[in-house]
């Protein structure tokens, strides 16, 4: 049985319907920001599905020294706040060190680990102590069993309002792999796993002094997670990702979710052995 989780308003862990974890990769402008989070809440509400709006106020693990990292705490806080205000979205951003956490808290309905930090134990402690939700990527360097250790920390203090994000494995150089049976594996401990698409299709550093991608691919993979059953799909999205100042190459076209997450619902519906309805 997989716990129900509720962030903001809305709740997911059943399978049914997935929830959608979604908006650009990182804060470039309001204009950008605002336009996404419109469009992202009229494709999810128009499809019934329940939405969270992501995107990250800093990027601190970024190829080069010279890569775009976002607008920085307090202006990205302001930003998603916003978000919240306007659209009435729940929302969920990176924190990167324990200090982020409280003013963090005091905005996000929900915290996100980066992959590369879910094993550092005191932010893991830290992040549950504020008893929100908190979203845990699986690390790059991680078996799916592995993640029996961040559940156990993280539940030490008594918070349980926590769900997994599988985001690929490295595989050789600049290169990751979806293992999908790691999918079942991770949702055997009770927590809601959620697939994150778009980083699944990140080629890190493989472009030298910043990362590609295969953002082609985004469809075939995301209907594969469907259909082996998760609680939701986490995707990053830009008006124009080949424009987009981080993570463009990999990140989705606004343009093309809603077709993307009409055939996603239907495949959960079906794999959850529900009847579709037009």
């Not at 290169?175 to 959620?194: Q, S, T």
């Not at 609680?231 to 830009?238: A, I, K, R």
């Not at 463009?248 to 993307?260: H, K, S, T, Y």
């Amino acid at each position: 049985m997989t716990k129900e989780i509720s962030i903001g308003k809305l709740s997911f862990g059943s399978g049914l319907p997935p929830v959608v974890i979604a908006g650009p990769c990182v804060i470039e402008s309001e204009e950008i920001t605002f336009h996404t989070a419109s469009e992202l809440k009229k494709i999810c509400a128009g499809l019934g599905l329940p939405l969270v709006f992501k995107s990250s106020f800093d990027k601190a693990n970024r190829s080069s020294l010279s890569s775009f990292r976002g607008p920085g705490i307090d202006r990205g806080l302001r930003t998603l706040s916003d978000v919240k205000e306007k659209f009435g979205i729940p929302v969920i951003s990176d924190i990167h060190s324990i200090r982020e956490i409280e003013p963090a808290a005091e905005v996000l309905d929900a915290l996100q680990v980066p992959a590369f930090l879910c094993r550092q134990t005191d932010l893991i402690l830290a992040a549950s102590e504020t008893d929100k939700p908190v979203n845990v990527k699986k690390g790059q360097f991680l078996a799916p069993w592995d993640v029996k250790n961040i559940i156990d920390k993280f539940t030490s203090t008594g918070n349980t309002n926590l769900f997994i994000t599988e985001r690929g494995t490295s595989f050789g150089y600049n290169n990751l792999v979806v293992d999908f049976r790691g999918l079942p594996l991770m949702r055997a401990f009770g927590y809601p796993v959620i697939f994150d698409v778009t980083h699944s299709l990140q080629l890190p550093g493989g472009q030298g002094s910043r990362s590609g991608g295969q953002r082609e691919f985004a469809g075939p993979l995301a209907r594969a997670a469907a259909a082996v059953g998760v609680d939701g799909l986490f995707m990053e999205v830009h008006p124009d990702p080949d424009k987009a100042l981080c993570d463009g190459p990999n990140m989705l076209r606004l343009g093309d979710v809603l077709p993307l997450l009409k055939t996603i619902r239907d495949i959960a519906a079906v794999a959850a052995g529900k009847e579709l309805r037009d």
